[in-house]
Nanobody
Framework: QVQLVESGGGLVQAGGSLRLSCAGS????????MTWFRQAPGKEREFVALISSSGRSTNHADSVKGRFTISRDNTKNTVYLQMNSLKVEDTAVYYC????????????????WGQGTQVTVSS
């Protein structure tokens, strides 16, 4: 089992940058595929980026490709989401999630979730 806590959200102007962090508890963090999702008001939760348990493989949604980068440091039990060139449409609550086994774009296939961190991008 793993507990997840996100941080790093905030208010930023369009074109700016933020780095989100997700700290995991426990000694088994390195076993989990880690994924960032986001949810805007009135919309479904959507996939943003995922990283394999080892960190060697990543995948990013088309909407963020080239602007966002997911990474992890298993020695610190932490996964990051570097967000550059932010757009107003990136405004959402961002969640990190964990699962064992293969990576998935589906939120309902994840077992563990953080509480979320708000990202607001102003024009």
């Amino acid at each position: 089992q793993v507990q997840l806590v996100e941080s790093g959200g905030g208010l930023v102007q369009a074109g700016g940058s933020l780095r989100l962090s997700c700290a995991g508890s426990g000694r088994t963090f390195s076993r989990y595929v880690m994924t960032w999702f986001r949810q805007a008001p009135g919309k479904e939760r959507e996939f943003v980026a995922l990283i394999s348990s080892s960190g060697r493989s990543t995948n990013h949604a088309d909407s963020v490709k080239g602007r966002f980068t997911i990474s992890r440091d298993n020695t610190k039990n932490t996964v990051y989401l570097q967000m550059n060139s932010l757009k107003v449409e990136d405004t959402a609550v961002y969640y990190c999630a964990a699962r064992e086994g293969y990576g998935s774009y589906r939120a309902d296939e994840y077992d563990y979730w953080g509480q979320g961190t708000q990202v607001t991008v102003s024009s």
